[in-house]
């Protein structure tokens, strides 16, 4: 099982970044999505999660009314539409799959699977 982040980069304070995860060696088309990120000497914290059918999702209250998770498509991906950037944004942004086909919540440790990660870096 292998997920994979991409879109990640360098954008300025008050602009835009599209994350996708795709996964590889399975599908994730049953499974819950949470997109996480960890900024250095920081734990990893919650960003947003949304479940298999893309109709419930959860944000950080750090990031409601600026970021947007959803699914489906062509590529099959689960996207992180990240909007009004700041510099407290900057982190290593991760997808997770569940096992379960909703969100198991906030703590990381609920889910199974993990991809490597996209940086993200907002400049001021």
Do not use: H
């Amino acid at each position: 099982v292998q997920l994979q982040a991409s879109g990640g980069g360098l954008v300025q304070a008050g602009g835009s970044l599209r994350l996708s995860c795709a996964a590889s060696r399975f599908t994730f088309s049953n499974n819950a999505v949470g997109w996480f990120r960890q900024a250095p000497g920081k734990e990893r914290e919650f960003v947003a999660s949304i479940d298999w059918r893309g109709q419930s999702t959860s944000y950080a209250d750090s990031v409601k009314g600026r970021f947007t998770v959803s699914r489906g498509g062509p590529k099959s991906t689960v996207d992180l539409q990240m909007n009004s950037l700041s510099p407290d944004d900057t982190a290593r942004y991760y997808c997770a799959a569940s096992i379960r086909s909703y969100s198991p919540g906030s703590d990381a440790r609920n889910w199974r699977y993990w991809g490597q990660g996209t940086q993200v870096t907002v400049s001021s």
